[in-house]
């Protein structure tokens, strides 16, 4: 049975199958004796975007990873960059640390400077995501979805869609579906924080599963 560490890009955490392309975490929000998460979904505002492949480091997934025997941070795993950033993680600066300068970079007109500081930026996401109580953003018109950046991903229902290529593309823990235009969904909500949708208006190109290019 797969461990309950799949993030959708509501932020919300689910036991699926398919693991998807990046790992991440929010702090220790699991127990290590029975593998389970706790009532808590976070521990830290640093929530963070990790390679799977490190160093060749290995880890037993929400095991007893620390030093000390105890926890550890909780493993989470998201279909991709465009997953994560949606669900309000950032770059990390460990595992990845020029695509987090980058990041942090496309972030500063936010901030009024070149170079905010990454626990201002993680202050910042908390208050913006949707799990930790964010503002609930409408996109009602075309002229609203247009003016979104490739890699935005929205709410319709139950489905969650990212803009690609212009296009809306249906989201699934497999990966993306088919592919929609706006008027074909009509009214939708926006999942990706304010300040994300910043850093890709200003060039900040996520990593997107292979999918997205077989339709």
């Given amino acids: 049975m797969p461990l309950q560490n799949r993030v959708d890009p509501l932020g919300q955490i689910h036991a699926v199958p398919w693991r998807g392309t990046f790992t991440g975490n929010r702090g220790v929000i699991h127990d290590p004796a029975t593998r389970t998460l706790l009532k808590r979904r976070w521990s830290t505002r640093a929530w963070l975007i990790c390679v799977c492949d490190f160093r060749g480091r290995r880890r037993e997934v929400m095991g007893r990873n620390a030093p000390s025997g105890n926890a550890g941070w909780t493993e989470l795993f998201f279909l991709d960059e465009v997953t994560a950033l949606?669900?309000?993680?950032?770059?990390?600066?460990?595992?990845?640390?020029?695509?987090?300068?980058?990041?942090?970079?496309?972030?500063?007109?936010?901030?009024?400077?070149?170079?905010?500081?990454?626990?201002?930026?993680?202050?910042?996401?908390?208050?913006?995501?949707?799990?930790?109580?964010?503002?609930?953003?409408?996109?009602?018109?075309?002229?609203?979805?247009?003016?979104?950046?490739?890699?935005?991903?929205?709410?319709?229902?139950?489905?969650?869609?990212?803009?690609?290529?212009?296009?809306?593309?249906?989201?699934t823990f497999r990966g993306y579906g088919e592919r929609l235009t706006f008027p074909q969904i009509g009214r939708l909500q926006l999942l990706t924080p304010p300040t994300t949708l910043v850093a890709l208006k200003a060039g900040y190109g996520p990593a997107w599963h292979d999918s997205i290019r077989l339709r």
């Fill in 86 to 171: 949606a669900a309000g993680h950032r770059p990390c600066f460990y595992c990845r640390r020029e695509r987090a300068a980058a990041f942090v970079a496309c972030c500063a007109q936010v901030f009024g400077r070149s170079a905010p500081r990454a626990t201002e930026l993680d202050t910042r996401l908390h208050a913006e995501r949707l799990i930790s109580g964010g503002p609930f953003v409408a996109v009602e018109d075309e002229a609203a979805f247009t003016a979104l950046p490739d890699g935005a991903v929205l709410r319709s229902g139950e489905h969650c869609f990212a803009k690609h290529g212009g296009a809306l593309r249906l989201w």
